[in-house]
Every structure is written in structure tokens, then in C-alpha cells.
């Protein structure tokens, strides 16, 4: 599930606090972030002076640079949401209902046991470079997420149930499962496809030359990547479908949110996701409201502070729980937040069926840590106010990204209050694209990150099955067997009602272990310039493809 103080892409996507401002995000790797505010659009704020500028381009704040625009090996928000743009797949969701809908197939046959899945895709689609789109693309993509030698292990999860992808003739595609899976339609429909006759030249797929300059049929095609300064889409003038009235999208990257800010307001941004303290205090004069739309809503994420459980220090429940209580997530909920967002206790969207209300977050209660570090063998044997078990001390290191302001301040709390009770923390800070080779490659004692699910689905597979440790998203190396078992049993379930109660039983069992302390599901704050219109809030989220252009402000 995807923060810019958190980043968020297919399926469940890593996030650093995240505006979400993508429609139409599929959910084939949730998005990780780390925390810190990533907009997928770009806006434009107030001053006095502003620069000359193509009307028809939106500027789009980017809040770190992608590390690839290949949509099967790319696991941040940043490169999903410009790839949401490029790429398409076989099946759409409604802005608004989330009903599924065409795309690049016209129309799809569900088989009466649920194991078949085939797409009779739309005639006459072109790559931007010409060529036509056919069933040997989905095959080779689908081919490409399931080779090990490819890096798609946030993809290949929700692919591990099917036998095989079939070109029935040039226009038709079928999917074989080997057992039933109840988001099988979204995930096949919503499959990444990249073009064969691109990448099958005997180049490295995970290093090809076409990872830094995609080849899509969506209404934008890739025009310039500035590496450290923007990223330029232009609208694809072939486009079979409507074609949007922006005809130019500008991602500029700017890792530091109060120099994006004032660029915003001399109009050098349209979009932007803005922070708590810039909300509440930074964009509320009648100039500014004047000149931008701030836009406030939820979208499927949550935040979190993740205990490696592989290190000697938080393999013991009680002292992830320990740590839990020492961690008080109100204060810093409405200190460094403005109380904007609500504390969660598990990973499900808190305002969905799957999220079991009748979980309370764990209490701020240091007494009670104490209690639990003790019993769990954590003792001051020495007198140096550190606390030592088995000859270590308990000194970890808490691991986040350089650019996220909201870890650097939660850091800063986090290692004064663990200090009361004895436990040591250094904090270790790290250019995103580092930070993310840390978190993935499992280099850390603890860390601040956040997780988004754009498309609404709630398969927890990706995150939290033991088969993931290795490989996968389960990144602090969560093993408990009968979340295992619910996790498999409710992927085969098409009763709503009995997967719900699934969930609620899996939620209760995250919530006991605590190999996360849940923190706060935010809610994205945007500010779009005015000088668009028919500018509207999705349950999705924010979709400028449908935007018109209005006279510079």
C-alpha cells in the first residue's frame, strides 16, 4: 500500500509522505515511501511577478528523481506516476467507482470457474513510435515479470497463480490460473506492458537503453529527461482517444518542499503537494486562495516506523510493542502534523470494510515499555543508562531519507524519548535512491517510511507473507503462519463478507506482533493553480488529463 514524509506504484508502492494527484494508478506493487510529499502533478502558487510561460504546460513538483521509467521494474511513486501518463494496460478503473472498464482490450470472458481470464484487445493501437500493439506485447511483458532475471519481485507476487499467458491470434490474450484468485481480473487487466520489439533486442532488460526513454500508447509520450532537473512529457497528437488540453507536462525536481513552495508561488510550478505547516500556515491569504485551489482528501496509505526483525533487537514482540509505547503518536501527530490525518492500527485503508475498527492504537506508555523491555531481558546491568541484554546494548540505528523533513523532526523525538528508557538511537540519513537500496537490500535496524495502495485493493501478499522476506516487499521480515495461512485462504475468496472477516482476524494479529508502529494515514493537500478548470477531487484522486486550460493567472 504507498508518503512524502513516505513515497508510493503497481500494487502496493513505498512512499515518504505522498500526495497521491495520479488517476487511474494501477496496483500491480504497492508503493513504498519514505516520508516525505510526493504530488504527481504540479502547482502553481502566488507572487508578484509572473514568468512568461507556455499556457498549454503544466509544471508538476517532483520531490526526487525517479530511478527508472520502465513500469515492470519500477517500484517508487515518482516513476509510477509519470509512467501512469506514458504506459497503459488492458483494463481501466472509473475515477469515481472504481468499476472496471476498457483500455487497450475492448472487451474480456471470465471463464465459469474463475480460472481463465481472456482479453480481446482493440485493434489499430500504436506505440508512439508507430508500430501497432498487439497480444505478443502483453506475452512478452508477462513473460518479463516472471523471469528471475528480471527485478519484479514487487510485480511478480501477484502473478505467482498463474500457469501461463496465451496469445490466442494477434488481437487476443488469455490468462490461465491454477487456482482461483479474487482480484484476478484487476491484476491480469492491469498487468504493465512495455513493447516488444523495443526490448527484445539481447539487451539487459533491467539496464535497457528504453528504461530512461519509454515507448507507450497513452495520451502523453516521453519527450526529455534533464537527469536532476525535469522530466518533459508532450501529448501524443496519435492518440486514439480524447486528446487532453495540456499538451505539455513538466515534471521539475526539487527535493527541497519550501524551495518548491516559493517557485509555486512566482508561478513556476501549477501543482504541488504541500506540507502540514505550509497548509495550515503558508497558503491561506486571500492572494494565495485567490490564485490556487487547495484541495484536501484520502486516498489508501499509511505511514509507519518498521522494526527489522532479523536484528537481535526487535525479534522479541515485546519490545516491537515496548517500542510502540514509547512513541507518542498524537503529540507528534499534532506537533509536527497539525492533526491533520488520523492514527491507524494495521495496514488497511482506515476508511474501508477491510479496516477492523474494533482495534485501538496502543497507548503512549512508557511505564509499561519499561515493563516489557525488562521482561524481555533488556536490563541497565551496568549503570551507563543503556539498556544490555546478553552482552549488546541496546543501540540500533534508525535509517531515513535525507530529504524527508518529517522523519528528520520524528527522528529527533523518537531518539529523546527512546533515550528515557534506555535505549540508544543513532540516525543514519540517505538521498532517497540510496535509502531505498537500504530498505530493500534489508540494511537497516529500523526506519520511517509509508505504504500506498492507489487502486484500492487489499491483498496484503505483497508486504506481509513470509514468502516475501526474500525478495519481496516484507522488508522487516515478518513470519507468522497463520497470517500466511489467511493471507493464501483469502486471495481464493469471492464472499465479501467472509474475506472481510479474514482481514479483521489478519488486522488482529499485526496489531498483537507489532512488527510496525502503525502511525498516521495522512491526507493528500494539493494546491493547483487556478489558470485550470474542471479541476475535481476523484476517489481516485486527482486527474489532470481532464483538466481545461484557462488564461494565466
Given at each position: 500500500?504507498?508518503?512524502e514524509?513516505s ?11 505522498v500526495?497521491?494527484m495520479?488517476?487511474?494508478?494501477t ?13 504527481v ?5 502566488c507572487g508578484?511577478?509572473?514568468?512568461e510561460?507556455?499556457p498549454d ?11 527508472t521509467?520502465n ?8 516513476s509510477?506516476?509519470?509512467n501512469?501518463?506514458i504506459?497503459?494496460?488492458?483494463v481501466d ?5 472504481l ?11 471470465i471463464?465459469?470457474d474463475k480460472?481463465?481470464y481472456r482479453f ?6 500504436l ?9 505478443d506485447?502483453?506475452v512478452?511483458s508477462y513473460?518479463?515479470i516472471?523471469d ?12 505467482i497463480?498463474?500457469?501461463?499467458c496465451?496469445?490466442?491470434d ?14 484476478a481480473?484487476i491484476?491480469?487487466?492491469n498487468?504493465p ?6 526490448f ?7 539496464t535497457h537503453?528504453s ?7 497513452g ?10 532537473k525535469n522530466?518533459?512529457?508532450a501529448?501524443?497528437e496519435?492518440?486514439?482517444g480524447?486528446k487532453?488540453?495540456?499538451?505539455k ?24 503537494g504541500?506540507r ?16 490556487f ?8 496509505s ?5 522494526w527489522n526483525s532479523?536484528?537481535?533487537f526487535?525479534?522479541?514482540?515485546r ?13 507528534i501527530l ?5 492533526g ?8 488497511f ?6 479496516y477492523n475498527?474494533k482495534?485501538?492504537?496502543?497507548p ?5 515499555a ?5 521482561e524481555a ?5 551496568d549503570?551507563?543508562?543503556t539498556?544490555e ?7 540500533f540505528?534508525?535509517t ?24 540508544d538511537m543513532?540516525?543514519n540519513?540517505?538521498?532517497?535512491a ?5 530498505i ?5 535496524d529500523?526506519t520511517?517510511l509509508g ?7 487489499d491483498?496484503?501478499?505483497?508486504i ?11 522488508y ?6 497463520e ?14 463478507k467472509?474475506?472481510?472477516a ?21 491526507p493528500?493537500?494539493?494546491?493547483v493553480?487556478?489558470?485550470?478548470t ?17 488564461k494565466?493567472?
Amino acid at each position: 500500500m504507498s508518503l512524502e514524509e513516505s513515497p508510493i506504484a503497481y500494487g502496493k508502492h513505498p512512499i515518504e509522505r505522498v500526495i497521491l494527484m495520479t488517476i487511474g494508478l494501477t496496483i500491480h506493487a504497492r508503493v513504498l515511501a519514505a516520508a516525505h510529499l510526493i504530488v504527481v502533478l504540479v502547482y502553481v502558487g502566488c507572487g508578484n511577478v509572473i514568468p512568461e510561460r507556455d499556457p498549454d504546460t503544466l509544471y508538476v513538483h517532483m520531490g526526487a528523481e525517479p530511478g527508472t521509467l520502465n513500469p515492470i521494474t519500477a517500484t517508487d511513486a515518482y516513476s509510477h506516476a509519470i509512467n501512469l501518463r506514458i504506459y497503459e494496460t488492458l483494463v481501466d478503473r472509473d475515477h469515481d467507482t472504481l468499476e472496471v472498464k476498457p483500455m487497450l482490450a475492448e472487451r474480456w470472458r471470465i471463464s465459469p470457474d474463475k480460472m481463465r481470464y481472456r482479453f480481446y484487445l482493440k485493434k489499430g493501437v500504436l506505440w508512439s513510435d508507430g508500430v501497432e500493439f498487439t497480444a505478443d506485447d502483453v506475452v512478452y511483458s508477462y513473460n518479463r515479470i516472471m523471469d528471475p532475471k528480471v527485478a519484479s519481485g514487487q510485480q511478480k507476487v501477484y502473478y505467482i497463480d498463474i500457469k501461463r499467458c496465451t496469445k490466442i491470434d494477434r488481437y487476443c490474450v488469455e490468462f490461465l490460473y491454477s487456482r482461483p484468485y479474487y482480484l484476478a481480473l484487476i491484476f491480469c487487466g492491469n498487468m504493465p506492458i512495455v513493447p516488444k520489439h523495443i526490448f527484445n533486442d539481447g539487451t539487459d532488460f533491467n539496464t535497457h537503453k528504453s528504461n530512461r526513454f519509454p515507448i507507450g500508447t497513452g495520451p502523453y509520450t516521453f519527450d526529455r529527461w534533464d537527469t536532476g532537473k525535469n522530466i518533459t512529457l508532450a501529448r501524443n497528437e496519435k492518440y486514439r482517444g480524447k486528446k487532453p488540453e495540456i499538451r505539455k507536462v513538466v515534471y521539475k525536481i526539487i527535493a527541497e518542499e519550501s524551495v518548491a513552495l516559493q517557485m509555486l508561488k512566482k508561478g513556476e510550478l501549477d501543482v504541488m503537494g504541500v506540507r502540514d505547516i505550509e497548509w495550515v500556515r503558508q497558503t491561506n491569504s486571500e492572494k494565495f486562495t485567490s490564485r490556487f485551489y487547495k484541495l484536501k482528501y484520502y486516498l489508501p496509505s499509511f505511514s509507519y516506523i518498521g522494526w527489522n526483525s532479523m536484528r537481535p533487537f526487535f525479534k522479541d514482540r515485546r519490545v516491537r510493542l515496548a517500542m510502540t509505547h514509547l512513541v507518542n503518536r498524537k503529540e507528534i501527530l499534532d506537533k509536527l502534523l497539525f492533526g491533520l490525518g488520523e492514527i491507524v492500527t494495521g495496514p488497511f485503508y482506515i476508511f474501508g470494510d477491510s479496516y477492523n475498527k474494533k482495534l485501538k492504537p496502543w497507548p503512549y506508555d512508557p511505564k509499561r515499555a519499561k515493563q516489557l523491555l525488562k521482561e524481555a531481558g533488556w536490563v541497565d546491568r551496568d549503570g551507563d543508562g543503556t539498556l544490555e541484554k546478553d552482552g549488546i546494548k541496546f543501540s540500533f540505528t534508525f535509517t531515513i531519507s535525507s530529504g524527508s523533513k518529517f522523519a528528520e523532526r520524528l527522528a529527533s523525538i523518537l531518539k529523546e524519548d527512546f533515550s528515557k528508557a534506555g535505549v540508544d538511537m543513532d540516525i543514519n540519513r540517505y538521498e532517497w535512491a540510496v535509502f531505498l537500496d537500504k530498505i530493500q537490500s534489508r540494511n537497516f535496524d529500523a526506519t520511517s517510511l509509508g505504504w500506498s495502495d492507489p487502486d484500492f485493493q487489499d491483498d496484503p501478499y505483497q508486504i506481509w507473507h513470509s514468502s516475501q522476506i526474500k525478495g519481496g516487499s516484507n522488508y522487516i521480515g515478518f513470519s507468522n503462519r497463520e497470517a500466511d495461512r489467511i493471507i493464501e485462504e483469502a486471495r481464493k475468496e469471492f464472499n465479501e463478507k467472509k474475506r472481510i472477516a479474514m482481514y479483521h482476524r489478519f488486522h488482529e494479529i499485526l496489531h498483537y506482533e507489532e512488527p510496525y508502529t502503525f502511525m498516521y494515514t495522512n491526507p493528500a493537500l494539493a494546491v493547483v493553480s487556478k489558470r485550470f478548470t474542471n479541476v475535481k477531487v476523484h476517489t481516485r484522486g486527482l486527474n489532470f488529463v481532464e483538466w481545461k486550460v484557462g488564461k494565466q493567472r
